[in-house]
């Protein structure tokens, strides 16, 4: 019969080559060398499950990808595997059983088996194909009779359990992303527990879970995908700020540390449960994913700091509270603000950190209330203590949001539109989509509060507790156009309703009856209290009806104002920050059959920009 299946080859003679049938070879090389096809045969381990392990009979099944990598030969069934306690090709290992594939493999293709053999415990799993497992270590190949071109790729080898930290021995077995060539690289079957100190890692990796126990610290500079959960005991810290963390499989996150990560990604169709305390600097995204966040357990931060703050990506939601944040420099000036939650609670619970000073505050500090430094700022008003404010010598005004009509406070004058006190802060809720004017004075620390207006203060972090926006959001209150009769501009103050960047060109480019060329910030970094600035999309201002002596444009090449071309204003909309747009004339000298005005924030309107 005509062999199926390449023999071992063997010599005759004067050393023409021959197979184990004494067949002569008939394909030659170039060189008049006769030569036979041969397979390539690779495999992988992908997956490792433990179920049944432990005990005296336990076993572990272990899935392997064969393939074969020429593009003629099959590798025929019951090809052996060889699995081993250690390496084949060092002293010392053990066998632990051969076991034979149980299909062929095509030419260029691959399948997958599982295999069953006996549980070792902790222990480094080979698996070495085309071995007849007769050969005592270290195993050199070939050893059967199915002949390869290349041997150098018959081996997988995988970690059954743990990678372990600790002071006293460092990485067990080593450094879970294998920075050394005869390291085992973790994968997505193998626990990682830090017992005590400070781990590193010297580059990728994956993990099925984390673990990170009290006083411990694992600190990962490089990308991380995640099969499984994390666990943060004690005070346990999972430092990934200069990476991505990505989490491919249903996943919990527990325990009282904290996991302090730029960006997260959680994988379309997978569920993370989360009662650990996330800290995010980048970008959450979790289109597609289920997001539970258990707050009695747990917390969400999505921060901010003076490079950047955090964002939620499009299609991204969250069952329960998140807490946002948003830095402010110390330059002590008016800003435009909003809070992008849902059912936040009042200014006073969230802005002034649940306090307020009941009672002026001296050089001393008597009197001032600061829970937490460095975070929330005084807010002032004219009702003093008895509205929530923190109270003053003055008890000026601090806070405003933009109220449509004429203002009582200038009767006689046509005002069309007036900036308005808020009445107290322990009453009156940060409302998505709001736009508020408030002096910020620094954080609570009793020297921002009797310091002049001017002048540098102490940064702070504004933060707030509610549900993120998802989806599109349209309730603003907008200026219905009418008021140009009367000098108005048909301005309104907005605020953008997302943790994310947004294009604002988008946005208004969508909108009706709300000016599409132009919009206005108030850039705080500009001279010494700030300044408007108008950003224009295209060279010209158009028919800005906000456009006087006293207003910046930007971009402008303008030499008598060079604080113009200073400002970072863009089209981009940062979270946090609230803007003027401007309704078109809809009065009876403009075009009253105009429709009403209508603005929407869309998920796709989210740009992947640092915020």
């Not at 508020?436 to 620094?442: D, Q």
Request: proline fraction near 5%; aromatic fraction near 8%; glycine fraction near 10%.
């Amino acid at each position: 019969n005509v062999p199926t299946t390449q023999q071992t080859y063997s010599t005759f003679g004067n050393g023409i080559t021959l197979n184990a049938f004494g067949m002569q070879s008939t394909q030659i090389t170039f060189a008049e060398t006769p030569t036979f096809s041969a397979t390539d045969a690779s495999i992988s381990i992908t997956d490792v499950d433990l179920s049944n392990a432990g005990g005296m009979s336990g076993t572990i099944d272990v899935t392997l990808q064969i393939t074969n990598l020429v593009a003629t030969g099959n590798i025929p069934s019951n090809t052996p595997i060889s699995f081993y306690n250690g390496n084949p090709s060092q002293l010392g290992a053990t066998l632990i059983s051969t076991l034979n594939t149980t299909a062929k493999v095509p030419p260029s293709s691959a399948t997958s088996q599982v295999f069953t053999i006996a549980d070792q415990g902790n222990f480094v799993l080979y698996a070495t194909i085309n071995d007849n497992g007769l050969s005592a270590s270290p195993v050199t190949l070939p050893n059967n009779g199915i002949g390869e071109c290349d041997y150098a790729n018959n081996t997988a080898s995988v970690l059954v359990g743990d990678f372990t930290f600790n002071t006293t021995d460092g990485w067990t077995p080593n450094d879970p992303s294998a920075p050394n060539m005869d390291d085992i690289t973790s994968n997505a079957t193998n626990d990682i527990v830090v017992q005590d100190g400070i781990a590193t890692v010297a580059g990728t990796f994956s993990a099925a879970t984390i673990t990170v126990e009290n006083d411990a610290s694992f600190d990962v500079d490089s990308d991380l995908s995640l099969n499984g959960g994390i666990t943060l005991n004690g005070n346990g810290l999972l430092d990934i700020r200069d990476a991505i963390l990505n989490v491919d499989l249903e996943s919990t996150f527990s325990g009282t540390g904290r996991l302090q990560v730029e960006d997260i990604n959680i994988a379309a169709g997978e569920d993370l449960t989360n009662a650990t305390n996330i800290e995010v600097y980048g970008l959450f995204s979790a289109a597609g994913a289920n997001v539970t966040l258990d707050n009695i357990n747990g917390s969400l931060t999505i921060k901010s700091t003076a490079s950047k703050t955090g964002r939620v990506g499009q299609g991204t939601r969250f069952v329960n509270d998140v807490v946002i944040e948003r830095f402010i420099s110390g330059n002590r000036a008016f800003r435009l603000l909003t809070a992008p939650l849902e059912d936040a609670g009042t200014i006073q619970s969230n802005f002034q950190e649940g306090v307020n000073n009941a009672a002026e505050t001296d050089a001393m500090g008597t009197n001032n209330l600061n829970p937490n430094p460095g975070f929330g700022t005084h807010i002032t008003g004219t009702s003093g203590d008895a509205g929530g404010f923190d109270v003053t010598a003055t008890n000026n005004n601090s806070m405003f949001t933009l109220v449509f009509g004429d203002d009582p406070s200038t009767a006689g004058t046509v005002e069309n539109g007036f900036y308005q006190p808020i009445p107290n802060t322990d009453a009156t809720n940060l409302e998505v989509g709001e736009g508020y004017l408030t002096f910020i004075r620094g954080a609570r620390s009793a020297a921002n509060l009797i310091a002049n207006d001017g002048g540098e203060g102490e940064p702070t972090v504004l933060r707030a507790t509610g549900d993120i926006v998802f989806n599109d959001f349209s309730t603003f209150t907008l200026n219905d156009g009418t008021d140009y009769v009367t000098g108005g501009n048909g301005s309104s103050l907005i605020g953008n309703p997302y943790q994310a960047v947004v294009d604002i060109e988008e946005v208004l480019n969508g909108a009706t009856s709300i000016e599409q060329e132009f919009y206005h910030v108030y850039d705080a970094t500009l001279g010494d209290n700030g300044a408007f600035v108008t950003v224009t999309f295209d060279p010209a201002p158009g028919n800005d009806p906000l456009m006087d002596d006293t207003t910046l444009v930007f971009p402008a090449d303008n030499p008598d104002n060079p604080d113009v071309n200073m400002s970072n204003a863009t089209r981009f909309l940062l979270p946090g920050q609230a803007v003027f747009v401007n309704t078109v004339d809809r009065s009876v000298g403009g075009n009253p059959l105009a429709d009403a005005p209508v603005l929407v924030f869309s998920e796709s309107d989210k740009v992947d920009q640092p915020g």
